[in-house]
């Protein structure tokens, strides 16, 4: 079962990253859409899968933290718990 979920999360996270990035390749988007999408979603994405991979999916990467079930079935490219993701996009937003 423990198996099947993480075979089950990583393509839903493979699938999740082709998506996006068949919109960037074949359809016109505003430059500041493509950017996140570029520069924060996929990266984030691409985190999350390699997280599913080494078992720690569910563990928030900046503090001890687990992740709520709740929060990674909301988003399952979630890699921060909610405290430290509302940190870091405090500490990237640009004014
Ligand atoms: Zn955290």
């Given amino acids: 079962m423990i198996v099947d979920d993480q075979k089950h999360r990583e393509a839903d996270l493979l699938a999740r990253i082709e998506k996006i990035q068949h919109v960037l390749r074949h359809k016109a988007r505003p430059e500041g859409y493509i950017l996140l999408k570029k520069d924060v979603i996929i990266p984030q994405l ?50």
């Fill in 46 to 95: 691409e985190r999350a899968l390699e997280k599913v991979r080494e078992g720690s999916h569910g563990e928030c990467d900046d503090c001890p933290e687990a992740i709520p079930e709740r929060r990674l079935k909301a988003s399952p490219g979630a890699i921060r718990c909610l405290s430290c993701q509302t940190k870091f996009e405090k500490s990237r937003a640009v004014s």
